[in-house]
């Protein structure tokens, strides 16, 4: 085989190895199944298994919305911009699929995937 063939054949093959087994822009695949932001958590630990590892946490954080109020120098609804505090429960989920493939990094907001990131090789033993 001549080398710009050899070539090809690593590039094709290093190219499948990398779509089987990570994050991409989108989600992360598990098998051959993708999980993607939106996906309720109870969706993905039931295609991908259970993590191996979460750590759960609660954040603050100020939101701006319109509420209806009786307008103060006419009559009728006025509409107010109006800040407010909730909590929002985060867990950030870690999966580690061994040495031959990048640990996933998965962050929930109440209940729904919101981002998927790629870390390291893994270092569980299958």
């Known amino acids: 085989m001549r080398f710009g063939s050899w070539l090809l054949v690593l590039a094709l093959s290093g190219g499948s190895l990398s779509w089987a087994g990570t994050a991409d ?6 098998d051959n ?12 630990k039931a295609l991908c298994g259970p993590p191996d590892d979460v750590q759960a946490r609660t954040e603050k954080r100020r939101i701006r919305h319109a509420v ?12 107010v911009i109006v800040d407010e505090e909730v909590e929002v429960q985060i867990e950030a989920w870690t999966y580690d699929f061994g040495p031959q493939r990048f640990v996933q990094y ?21």
């Open 68 to 79: 209806q109020r009786p307008c103060p120098s006419a009559p009728g609804q006025c509409t």
């Open 25 to 30: 822009a989108n989600g992360m695949r598990c």
């Open 106 to 126: 998965l962050t929930f907001e109440a209940g729904k995937l919101v981002q998927v990131k790629s870390g390291g090789y893994g270092h569980k033993q299958s």
């Open 33 to 44: 199944k993708l999980v993607r932001p939106g996906d309720s958590a109870y969706d993905v």
